[in-house]
Nanobody, 120 residues
Framework: QVQLVESGGGLVQPGGSLRLSCAASGFTFSMTAMKWYRQAPGKERELVARITSGGSSTNYADSMKGRFTISRDNANNTVYLQMNSLKPEDTAVYYC?????????????WGQGTQVTVSS
């Protein structure tokens, strides 16, 4: 079955960096676009970044542009989120997500999330 497993979260000081990973299985990763979302306490889940199946095109939420970079390794079925110049407001649970067309409809698949805490 489809599995998305995030890792790489943790506690980091403001201005620091983290790289999140999402290991995917159960579908043809190289043919599937991937997304990172995040959800801060008391807030709705928001889109952070997306990347096309081949990795040639990426998009970011405005507040992450220039600081975050999404990338992927199709040989190892992994998508990454490099986060630089982290701010306290980046504190959230980060999720990877994909959408697959199965049984006549689009289905959303989420990982379990990884906690990122930015604090001094």
């Amino acid at each position: 079955q489809v599995q998305l497993v995030e890792s790489g979260g943790g506690l980091v000081q403001p201005g620091g960096s983290l790289r999140l990973s999402c290991a995917a299985s159960g579908f043809t990763f190289s043919m599937t676009a991937m997304k990172w979302y995040r959800q801060a306490p008391g807030k709705e889940r928001e889109l952070v970044a997306r990347i096309t199946s081949g990795g040639s095109s990426t998009n970011y939420a405005d507040s992450m542009k220039g600081r975050f970079t999404i990338s992927r390794d199709n040989a190892n079925n992994t998508v990454y989120l490099q986060m630089n110049s982290l701010k306290p407001e980046d504190t959230a649970v980060y999720y990877c997500k994909t959408e697959l067309y199965k049984s006549g409809r689009w289905n959303d698949y989420w990982g379990q999330g990884t906690q990122v805490t930015v604090s001094s």
